[in-house]
């Protein structure tokens, strides 16, 4: 490689290299300059306007913050605004993602009985979030009767929900084909606890987000409550006090569109400007859904809007490569939009993805730059974590000293360090679906975790820290004007980088005493990547030796289609063709590993099928990312893959 012996020689020295520069990788100029434009408060102001929609996919909150985006970015001299429509069903395929029907509701009333009179428990016109997705039209009364948790048949023993409200612990979606489907229930009141934290029950007025099951036969109604209120009727359940209720909702799914919005910064250079940089969110939640994700939606509409501003004004140049932004519903949008316009897919390099980056002190928030799945070896997250680190050393200095050449604080915002932290993958939004193997696009993924408030009534504007929001954008700004322009003269200063990367993940690597093999293959595989970027064409990769035999030797490789995870939202594309074809589930789904459960593995084991590793080797590769995980649960998985035609 062309640049390899001048990389070469910079691995070898210590995280201080990249210390030593005030600011990295870019001219000090331009980082002042995003420094100074960008702002959390005006984040923010965008922020409470979204934060008042009801946003689900294919509504009219949604359609209504698309319409409030748009704008915006309009307004900010964007190009190319679009909102782009895709028909959703309930029957079209986009790769691995049936298209969920539209859901919509207008009314959602619970009120009990009490003698002549009526009290009310829940009110979607007054929080939406009390309102369970996907229920339909209902007017009935019935009596409230306790299964407990709900999910399990035997929750049912000896009692007689027929045309009765059950009162369930689970999430409604994991209770309506048994309470519904087999019992003869009329409907659901869950008080699910959802996004487990350690702040999980201590504030028990929270009301959580709930959601039925989108192609269920049992079309059913749920409404969401407190655990206190939950607790308050199992007491009088349990000393035999009848509790009748009357559920009032006008709701319900229909075809319509999947929307997603998108503008461009346009590149400048002839040979580069086909290629982009995007910027990722999704925009897609219930009320008021601030932090999830309301904040990585307005933060990289304020990451446009300074590029545009520092552009339109000749501070900064116009980027060689064409920039992306795209607001889509969550996972299903994404996956939807790469398959059906794969143009966006072959032109997108990189993706600065934000979920959740907005928490303030109160919501106990750990902010991460999450790097990538080591399928899926860039060069990209160390960029993103070498402005990261620069703003968590200036951010502390201020906080230590009252002093700092780049405080990087918002009027209205706190003044605590980021303090943000490098971390290992994590999945669970759409960095997922570009770094799946389908596509290969490496994403710098920041958020949020935990967040105490996380799908509850109390993710609010009010819980949302200016701050927080201008350092978000100031790296995602950073970050990707970099990636934008970056060309060889840039090799020296991306190589300090990746020799900090490179210590922090030896450092994990060293804690969870990895597999050395796995762990050269990848950091080779990191400067691949950098010269696939720079030079335009990626180096050929010889196949990998293996001395395995039997089912561990056999070597996969994934068909072209369909494109995208194995499971998406709403819907679980192997669990339906693995049922059609009389596959049994494969036990490495339930698997629980040291550092990641069966949803990971299913994910990377999937993504390492590319035709040159063995099923030997992938296990190897599983065992070093999330753990030792037994040979034949891997050889399992793959077989059945190939069963249902992903795998050849």
């Known amino acids: 490689m062309r640049y390899r012996a001048l990389i070469c020689s910079l691995l070898g020295a210590c995280a201080s290299m990249a210390a030593a520069q005030t600011a990295p990788l870019l001219p000090e100029a331009v980082v002042a300059a995003l420094a100074n434009e960008v702002s959390g408060e005006t984040a923010k102001r965008n922020l409470e306007g979204l934060a008042r929609l009801h946003r689900q996919r294919g509504s009219q909150g949604f359609h209504a913050a698309a319409e409030l985006v748009a704008e915006r970015a309009r307004a900010y001299g964007l190009s190319e605004v679009q909102i782009l429509q895709f028909p959703a069903d309930g029957k079209i395929l986009y790769g691995t993602q049936r298209a969920r029907q539209a859901w919509d509701a207008s009314q959602g009333e619970l009120t009990e009985i009490k003698g002549g009179n009526s009290v009310r428990l829940a009110s979607y016109a007054a929080q939406p979030i009390v309102l369970a997705e996907d229920s339909e039209s209902t007017d009935v009364t019935a009596d409230l009767i306790d299964v407990g948790d709900g999910a399990q048949e035997g929750d049912y023993a000896g009692k007689d929900v027929k045309r009765k409200i059950v ?35 201590e504030n028990d007025n929270l009301i959580r987000w709930g959601h039925l099951e989108s192609f269920s036969p049992n079309a059913t109604f749920a409404f969401m409550m407190s655990l206190k209120t939950a607790r308050g009727m199992q007491e009088r359940l349990n000393a035999k006090e009848p509790i009748r209720l009357h559920a009032m909702v006008t709701a319900g799914q229909h075809p319509a569109f999947y929307e997603v919005v998108t503008a461009v910064i346009p590149g400048a250079d002839p040979r580069l400007k086909d290629q982009e940089i995007a910027f990722s969110c999704h925009l897609d939640h219930q009320r008021p859904g601030a932090n999830d994700n309301a904040s990585g939606c307005v933060t ?29 519903p969550e996972v299903e949008g994404t996956v939807t939009l790469l398959n059906a316009r794969p143009e966006f897919a072959q032109r997108i390099k990189a993706v600065v993805h ?36 620069w703003v968590n050393r200036e951010s502390y200095q201020f906080a230590a000293s009252g002093t700092a050449a780049y405080p990087l604080i918002a009027s209205e915002g706190g003044r605590e360090p980021l303090r943000a932290m490098y971390s290992a993958y994590s999945m669970g939004s759409d960095h997922d679906v570009y770094q799946d193997s389908s596509f290969g696009i490496p994403a710098i993924y920041m958020n949020d975790w935990p967040d105490r408030y996380i799908h509850t009534n109390l993710d609010t504007a009010a819980n949302i820290d200016p701050t927080k929001l201008k350092r978000a954008g100031l790296i995602g700004a950073a970050s990707g004007y970099f990636l934008a322009n970056i ?29 050395q093999g796995p762990v050269d293959e990848y950091e080779h595989a990191v400067l691949t990547s950098l010269d696939a970027f720079v030079g335009g064409s990626p180096s050929k990769t010889q196949g990998l030796k293996s001395s ?23 819907y ?38 590319d035709g040159r590793r063995s099923a030997q080797q992938i296990t190897d590769e599983l065992s070093a990312e999330y753990g030792p995980v037994p040979a034949a649960l891997v050889f399992e998985y793959l077989q059945a893959l190939k069963r249902i035609n992903v795998l050849e």
């Open 487 to 515: 060309s060889s003269h840039d090799v020296p200063a991306v190589g300090r980088a990746i020799a900090t990367g490179k210590l922090l993940r030896a450092v994990t690597a060293l804690d969870r005493q990895t597999a």
């Open 300 to 328: 990289i509409l304020e990451v446009a809007r300074t590029l545009e501003t520092l552009i339109d004004a000749g501070t900064l140049v116009r980027p060689a490569r064409t920039m992306r932004f795209i607001w889509p």
């Open 548 to 570: 395995a035999k039997g089912a561990g030797a056999v070597i996969y490789r994934r068909h072209r289609e369909p494109r995208g995870p194995m499971t998406v939202f709403g």
């Open 167 to 201: 009162l369930a612990a689970a999430q409604p979606e994991a209770v309506q084909d048994l309470a519904v489907g087999k019992f003869g229930a009329v409907g659901i009141l869950s008080y699910a606890q959802n996004q487990k934290t350690a702040w999980s029950g």
């Open 572 to 609: 679980d594309y192997f669990a339906d063709h693995a049922k059609s074809a009389g596959v049994a589930t494969p036990k490495l789904l339930s698997y629980e590993g040291s550092w990641g459960a069966g949803e990971e593995y299913a994910y990377e084991a999937l993504n390492f099928a």
């Open 354 to 389: 934000m979920d959740m980056v907005g928490g303030s002190p109160d919501t106990k928030a750990v902010f991460h730059v999450t790097r990538g799945p080591m399928s899926l070896p860039s060069f990209v997250h160390d960029v993103a974590w070498a402005f990261a680190d």
